[in-house]
């Protein structure tokens, strides 16, 4: 079983450090669950032109293949000007629609203002469905306050709320593949 963590921005650190932060704790408690974190800012993928995903070559065909070849997700992304990023956007375009097909998705989003939080119901959620992925209940969404200095996730309560995020997706998926053995 494959977690792909993905930081859906080329700018920035906080992103992929709270993606980061949810895959670590998938880790401690799941040995057994491989992970990789698809950091967007390390490949130069190209726009999305409508062709066929299978087509395209370079980073954009490695970062496809690393959507594909996952089982599950965690999606982090910033928030900029009330949305997600272009980066994520044209992710979303690139992959062919069966690739989040029954898949369970997480995500993270960060900030520099509280208002910002509900672009996950009103934006991300609503992608996960037109893809017709599985949503686990819990999102986080992280605020600058909630980093320190030396941009470490300093607040507890959203630790916590990391590690509940954590430990849904790895309970979805693990019911989705009939892992659990029924009572």
């Known amino acids: 079983m494959k977690l792909l963590g993905i930081s859906g921005t ?4 906080k992103t992929s ?5 949810v895959l670590e704790r998938v880790r401690e408690e799941n040995p057994d669950i491989q992970i990789e ?8 993928v190209v726009f999305c032109d409508g062709r066929d995903p299978a087509t395209y070559t370079g980073d954009t065909k490695t970062v496809i293949d690393k959507v594909m070849e996952a089982d599950f997700y965690i999606i982090g992304t910033p928030v900029f000007q009330a949305s997600i990023t272009g980066v994520l956007k044209n992710l979303f375009d690139l992959v062919p629609v069966s ?5 369970v998705m997480g995500f993270v989003a960060t900030g520099g203002t509280y208002q910002h939080y509900l672009m996950v119901e009103n934006q991300l959620k609503p992608i996960a469905g037109f893809f017709r992925a599985f949503v686990a209940p819990s999102y986080v969404y992280l605020h600058d306050d909630h980093f320190n200095e030396k941009r470490e996730i300093v607040d ?3 630790l916590e709320r990391l590690d509940r995020l954590a430990k849904e997706v790895v309970h979805m998926q ?3 593949k009939g892992e659990y053995a029924s009572s």
């Open 17 to 21: 450090i709270a993606v980061q932060a």
């Open 156 to 158: 507890q309560e959203v």
């Open 99 to 103: 690739a989040f097909y029954q898949k």
């Open 37 to 44: 974190l698809l950091d967007m800012k390390d490949y130069d």
């Open 174 to 176: 693990r019911m989705l």
């Open 10 to 13: 080329i700018v920035g650190s």
